[in-house]
């Protein structure tokens, strides 16, 4: 047998028999299902995503839903995920589906390719498990399995390299009728056995095969890119409360946390003025280190007491919500975790000196 039918044979086989088959967006054709997968799996784990797809699902059931919702309620049922991109990128796409092409996803990895937040792994794997067509997936889980078993040393973040691994990505399809079988069993093979440290090789179908496995050189492919230490940041976070509830602002539509609910980030003695409000006390709290993918930021929560709610409000930017309704708001992790803990900090402050 040739390279490409031993490869995809062995791929296919062990999918059927040890592959994953009961993830929830699973044994459907529903491109809409598969899309919102794909989306959130990106830079995410299957565990996490479970309950978020499926809350997600419960609210939008179909690409016309989704379109039709406010920003602010899809960020909201984003919120805790990350990457907050990729969520304005599905409710822009679902607008795009709508508006170009009559509610119906095109039926080719091409076409989805053209559309808000669809690069071409993910427009592959759509086309792939959707209408099975032939169009090869290169995640990371991919070119991790790609690299170990064909022994490809080069950094496969450089543009040189990543065409080549393409190339034999292209180069190993099965027929149309096994694409989706092949497809997810590529990815459960790198999600499960080929992971990134201790690889379970012993119970890989392509153990035979593998240069790396044979040469013992696992732990050193792929190629790991040098990577300068993540620089950090420090911002202020105001937590502006009366003890029932909390003010809370909408980030700008482009940056991090873009669209979401968050504490004002700005100094006390210049923005506390402008809120009309009367300040009671302002107290500092422990720091919070949040871990971006480019960067480090370091969080200065200060509790700001005030005796009511602000009275100077401008609509839209700001919002003034009680402490149950801010903490399932559409807010990020760490604004979630001061959130969560600030009854207790409230309560705890009479006995903190003031900043």
């Not at 009680?322 to 708001?329: I, S, V, Y």
Request: aromatic share 8%; net charge positive.
């Amino acid at each position: 047998m040739s390279e490409k039918s031993t490869f995809a044979a062995a791929i296919v086989a062990w999918q059927r028999q040890a592959g994953r088959h009961d993830l929830p967006w699973q044994n459907t054709r529903d491109p809409y299902r598969i899309w919102l997968s794909e989306i959130m799996l990106q830079q995410t784990q299957v565990a996490t995503v479970i309950p978020y797809y499926q809350r997600f699902l419960a609210s939008f059931p179909d690409v016309a839903s989704l379109a039709a919702a406010p920003v602010e309620r899809v960020l909201a049922h984003w919120a805790g995920l990350g990457y907050y991109a990729r969520a304005r990128n599905l409710h822009r796409c679902a607008q795009e589906i709508m508006a170009v092409h009559g509610g119906e996803f095109p039926r080719s990895a091409a076409q989805l390719q053209s559309l808000s937040g669809i690069g071409r792994s993910t427009a592959a794997a759509i086309a792939a498990f959707a209408y099975g067509e032939r169009a090869a997936i290169l995640d990371g889980n991919v070119k991790r399995v790609l690299c170990r078993v064909f022994a490809i040393a080069e950094d496969v973040s450089r543009a040189a390299a990543e065409r080549a691994l393409w190339q034999r990505a292209e180069s190993l399809l099965p027929a149309a009728e096994e694409m989706a079988s092949y497809t997810q069993g590529l990815m459960d093979l790198g999600a499960t056995l080929c992971t990134r440290r201790q690889p379970a090789c012993a119970r890989c179908p392509l153990a035979d095969s593998c240069v790396a496995q044979r040469e013992e050189r696992q732990h050193l492919l792929p190629v790991a890119r040098s990577r300068a230490k993540a620089p950090e940041r420090q911002a202020t976070f105001l937590l502006i409360s009366d003890g029932q509830g909390v003010l809370l602002e909408r980030r700008p539509a482009r940056g991090i946390w873009g669209g979401l609910l968050a504490f004002p980030e700005a100094e006390a003695a210049q923005f506390l003025p402008q809120l009309g409000v009367e300040v009671q006390a302002v107290c500092s709290l422990p720091p919070l280190r949040h871990v971006f993918t480019h960067f480090v930021l370091q969080i200065m929560p200060q509790l700001c007491r005030v005796s009511a709610p602000p009275s100077l409000l401008r609509e839209g930017e700001y919002c003034w919500l009680p402490f149950a309704a801010a903490a399932q708001a559409g807010v990020p992790a760490p604004v979630r975790t001061l959130l969560t803990s600030l009854p207790a900090v409230w309560a705890a402050a009479d006995q903190s000196p003031p900043a």
